[in-house]
């Protein structure tokens, strides 16, 4: 069996490899990790995870990124029965097939296993090296597939994203001396100045405003490796313009607004995971749209609000009750956009009940899984263009 050393050693390493991939851990946090793995030792695993867990991770959107990593991480390849296994007395659980682990996780692992290296002469190397191919452009690759580097370069072009969304008239009036409607005390106090001999005229014209947005973000199981560039993205139209409304959802509604206004973004989101209880959870897409369309509909959907829903669309529930309150949800918005990462496959069609169900009562149905889908997105909005029912576009919208 390793030695306490061993252990201690391999816990750095693993914090190193965390710490790379975007997860905020100082020297201290590595140092209670070594503690707690030496306390909790290697009887069961679950206890192993928990006990690291509970020192490494500390925003929820963290953990699916911290549970892939440590399944990465803490596992033998097949081919090597006496390579990372020492560390467990039983192998653990393998991934679900065809799972592949994100860009930026297998770059931060790539060169710690390529340096694993058994002393034992009698043993071979432990080589997981991971590759890739990277000459796909930054702005068209997959958010789960990209690198830290590229995480944090991605994050910084949302932060300068803007959404020129076409102005929608108000009922209220400016002074225009080209508008086409005379302004009647405007004129007749210009008339007590000029005199009796001279009336001139003046006009107003009809103002326009910017719409409210209304984002609704899907932040269970399925869409959680997006979820975190999807608030980035909301955080910057929030910080870009008035009235904007976020709100996520799971297994519940969650009104995330004021969490949003932090300037900072980091913190930003910092406070959206403590707010948020039911972080990668399961998926009632149905109900929380009920629970909206009841509380929050008349409050934040006036005046012309366009509305964002960001989801996969995988919902378990009722697919009758999904349908009704999606197409309540249309009826009360300007446009219903509907912005579903599965779209990144360019044979994806609507087969799931759930996805059907919603598909004919959205304006637009449209990836969000790049830059470029993000860009795509800013652009469809700000043409003025009628929009075009999903329900005619269904799976052959663009795919990104």
Known sequence: MTDGGQIAARVVQFARALRAAGLPIGPGRVLDAVGAAAEVGLARREDFYSALHAVLVSRAEDRALFREAFELFWRAPDDEPEGLDLLFPSPPDEPPQGSQPTRRLAEAIEGLRASAVVTDPGRREVDAILAWSDREALRTRDFEQMTAAEVAEAERAIARMRLPVREVPSRRSRPDPCGGRIDVRATLRAALRAGPDLIPLRFRER?????????????????????????????ALASDRPHVHAFTFATRLTDVTRSLLDRDVDA?????????????????????????????????????AVVLLFTDGLDRGDTSVLATETERLRRSSRRLVWLNPLLRYQGFEPLAEGIR???????????????????????????????????????TSPAG
């Open 207 to 235: 103002s326009t405003r910017p719409p409210a947005v209304v984002a609704l973000c899907d932040v269970s199981g399925s869409m959680i490796r997006y979820a975190r560039m999807l608030l980035r993205f909301v955080h």
């Open 268 to 304: 930003a989101l910092a406070s959206v995971g403590q707010v948020v209880k039911d972080w990668e959870g399961g998926t009632r897409i149905g109900d929380c749209l009920r629970e909206f369309n009841v509380r929050w509909s008349r409050r934040v959907l006036g005046q012309g």
């Open 357 to 395: 169900s919603m598909l004919p009562h959205v304006d637009e149905f449209r990836p969000v899984h790049a830059l470029d889908s993000l860009a795509a997105l800013a652009r469809a909005l700000s043409d003025g263009a009628t929009p075009r029912r999903a329900s005619q576009a269904g799976a």
